[in-house]
């Protein structure tokens, strides 16, 4: 009799202890994406959070100020596809960022090579640190496609980079803006609340 008691009283509890797992532990369905209404709601979703993007860093050594970027729109156009959307993005240049269309410029930022190759001399330039390996995470008018003159070295550390600008205003890959000819200056370490050093 005890033995059947006991064995009942496992079941039981293995049941409560199942049930128990079943409501705190297991993955809940996630929610349905509602769709994006602004190109930073679209951009938010495709970096995989609802956060706002951190600040950008801060430059110095005579770089391009990320907020003269940030003060560049967008209009995006919303393309019905057979399984799902995607938008047509195109830049809206302020007077700030014409005003250095095909001159030479220093962009201080991180880069996100666009081929994983050594020899590769094109790059996404952004004023955030890359968070994911395959792609970077940020609206078009923070990122620069940068197309250097020889490789820069990899680093996750921010570098100043000088080329000319080049204003992109369609482009199938949302770029907005291009740095030709780039070329390496130098990389900072140590970046932090006390800022850049080199």
Known sequence: MR???????????????GGVYGVFFQEKPAAPQKPPQSILDYARQQRGDEDTFSKPIAVKDGALSWAIFEGVKSHAQRIDLADGYTFEVTPVFSQDILNYHEKPVKILGYIFPVETDTADTVYLVGPYPPNCPLHYHAPPNMVVEALASKPFPLTSDPILITGTLRLIPADPDQIFY????????KKYTDYGSNGLKE
């Open 3 to 17: 033995a059947e008691y006991a064995k009942r009283l496992l079941i039981a509890l293995l049941v409560i202890i």
């Open 178 to 185: 291009r740095l030709e000819n780039a070329t390496f200056i």
